[in-house]
């Protein structure tokens, strides 16, 4: 043990400059190192991507990591790379070429680290056949609440998760989530066939951070006055990438610097707004949901929900980035009837009829020339716009229909298909210089590509057609035909950028009356999501119950105080009920108690001989609340 830990922390400091690790994480690590198949729960920011990728290092062989998160795999293979680690991603949308350079490095390159692989991958021929020439020392599952049919976002990919143990039943497996509730925690366990139950738990009590639900008509006039009064940056949330401009436009012209951010710009356009923001050029960022993955920005003062979030998973990761620094912050969730009703009905769209899910798939299908007993694997273009008159339904219809049957497991859309133009060696060595002294049209091409990046012999490299055009004084088109001209003399493959999102098939195609669901699944996961719709509805509306209490029960944590900070806590005293009032009638409470009345009911009634009964219940429920009772 005292080796490993000296082993880890040395690892921890060589690579991330850190002299100790945060709470839990240690423990987390030792835990892994000592072969044990592990759950760890930590809230957003509590540094979950640490706990695997410090025993990954420190284990032999490869750390196999399995995430739904394109764009979050993407981010931390690249800052891997920045580490000097080897790693590497296979994710839906990738070329054959690619997926094979990536698993021969790993099947034979002993320095590759970790390979960042989507739920989906998992079933596929190729991929399970190389699992057998791999030395796999850790098997990460992030997001691990996707494994769970009770979880807020199940994906069917994730149950091949546990037929991986058969190729390695000596490695010990690492899941984690920021959010998962008891029933979801202990699926977790079952579903990757853990041993024993093994659960590392942070509180996800946040005592920095105060929770606020308002009721406003003026949206607008509120905001101004939260950013007026709570100075430094800020995250406001909203639910459409149209209403993320609209907001940052208004806010601008109110002297605010804002700026949007949603999954449909361009990956350069993305990058570069989230680096003014992580670096204080802009104060506010306005986005969709699509924003916060894997950013670990410490000194965001107030994260502000202008639409009703569909969860309170979703909720509390998107308010529980304000405040990493432990300094004061606030998250402040603004509301009126409309949104209650727009939930409401939101819900209930994104459970469209069975009929009209099945018939998007046969659309789909027959669009992309599909036919029965084909398509696993293959990605195509994905244009919304086509659908709608041979589906003869609305966007809105056919998006939730396609968002229905990602979540069988059907299918992925990949709404940042936008993705760079990527470029990898075929041939090198005397063959590379025989081709380009019988070529010498293209060899100065060749030389001044090779110049520019490095890394093209081992894998797939990002390019830039404009500056390779401008170094090489031609046009962007000229570029691009002179690279694909190259690519199908065999020289090199080469990746053009995409501009639209891209849909993967990740099964054979079936009649459509033989989809992979019946009436009882479909109804078992609409009674699950109306479930936590109503636990939104419940943290919403509550005007008795402490919002930080509400969360923290939600999660499974029973035994919390009330915060004394949020709108419930600091209205108590409000709503019909005075606080002179208040206090004769608590005195009355504890005077009963003390007489010997202990029984909730009876003393009730007792009170209640003097004082309302309302009034009593609440008083109560206070005392209680605050372990005066």
């Not at 899910?357 to 716009?385: M, Q």
Request: glycine residues 6%.
């Amino acid at each position: 043990m005292a080796d490993y830990k000296a082993r880890i922390l040395g690892i921890l400091t060589q690579y991330w400059g850190y002299d100790s690790f945060r709470p839990m994480q240690e423990d987390i690590i030792l835990s892994v190192m000592n072969g044990n198949d592990t759950l760890a729960l930590l809230p957003t920011g509590g540094g979950k991507s640490i706990c695997f990728q410090v025993p990954g290092l420190a284990l032999d062989g490869l750390c196999i990591v399995i995430s739904p998160l394109i764009a979050l795999m993407k981010d931390q293979v690249a800052n891997l790379r920045k580490r000097g680690i080897k790693a590497s991603a296979l994710y839906s949308g990738m070329s054959q070429h690619e997926i094979e350079l990536v698993l021969n490095n790993c099947a034979f390159d002993p320095e590759y680290k970790f390979l960042y692989v989507s739920p989906e991958r998992l079933k596929t021929d190729r991929f399970r056949a190389t699992l057998q020439k791999l030395k796999v020392g850790l098997i990460a599952v992030d997001e691990a609440h996707c494994i769970s049919q009770w979880g807020y976002d199940f994906r069917p990919p994730y149950l091949q998760i546990a037929e991986m143990r058969q190729f390695f039943p000596k490695t010990p497996i690492l899941a984690l989530t920021a959010t998962a509730t008891p029933g979801v925690v202990k699926d977790i366990q079952d579903q990757l066939h853990f041993p024993k139950y093994n659960v590392f738990q942070k509180s996800f009590k946040r005592d920095n951070l105060t929770y606020y639900v308002v009721r406003e008509e003026n949206k607008n006039g509120r905001m101004l006055r939260i950013m007026n009064s709570f100075p430094g940056t800020g995250i406001v949330y909203v639910r459409n990438r149209r209403k993320t401009q609209e907001t940052a436009e208004f806010l601008k012209k109110n002297g605010i610097s804002a700026d949007f951010y949603h999954a449909g710009l361009d990956g350069a356009t993305r990058d570069r707004k989230q680096d003014e923001w992580m670096h204080d050029q802009t104060r506010v960022i306005v986005s969709t949901n699509a924003f916060g993955m894997g950013i670990d920005k410490p000194d965001v003062r107030f994260v502000i929900h202008i639409d009703i979030p569909d969860t309170l998973e979703g909720y509390f990761q998107e308010a529980g980035r304000g405040g990493r620094d432990e300094k004061d912050s606030v998250a402040i969730m603004l509301y009126d009837d409309a949104d209650i009703r727009e939930l409401k009905r939101n819900f209930e769209l994104t459970f469209p009829p069975i009929e009209a899910i099945r018939k998007v798939y046969n659309v789909l299908c027959n669009l992309n020339g599909i036919a029965i007993g084909d398509g696993e694997g293959r990605s195509f273009p994905f244009v919304i716009g086509q659908l709608l008159k041979p589906c003869g339904m609305n966007m809105i219809a056919i998006y939730n229909a396609i968002k229905f049957l990602e979540k069988l497991g059907i299918i992925y859309l990949n709404e940042d298909g936008k993705k760079k133009s990527q470029l990898s060696m075929k041939i090198g060595g005397d063959v590379l210089s025989n081709f380009e002294h019988a070529h010498p049209e293209e060899d100065e091409f060749i030389k001044l590509i090779l110049r520019s990046y490095s890394g093209l012999f081992t894998r797939f490299v990002n390019i830039d057609e404009e500056e390779i055009a401008q170094r090489a004084g031609m046009d962007v088109e000229a570029c691009q035909k002179m690279l694909m001209r190259i690519a199908r003399m065999g020289v090199w493959s080469y990746s053009p950028r995409t501009e639209i999102p891209l849909i993967t098939f990740l099964a054979n195609r079936v009649n459509e009356n033989y989809l992979y669901f019946s009436p009882d699944i479909y109804q078992r996961r609409k009674e699950v999501a109306q479930k936590r719709l109503y636990e939104v509805l419940r943290f919403v509306k509550t005007t008795d119950h402490c919002r930080s209490q509400l969360l923290l029960e939600y999660f499974g944590e029973t035994t919390s105080s009330p915060c004394g900070k949020c709108d419930v806590c600091r209205n108590i005293y409000k709503d019909e009920l005075e606080k002179k009032e208040f206090e004769t009638i608590a005195e009355e409470v504890k005077r009963c108690h003390q007489n010997g009345i202990s029984d909730y009911k009876e003393l009730i009634l007792e009170v209640s001989k003097k004082f309302t009964q309302e009034k009593v219940i609440k008083v109560v429920r206070w005392l209680i609340d605050q372990g005066k009772l």
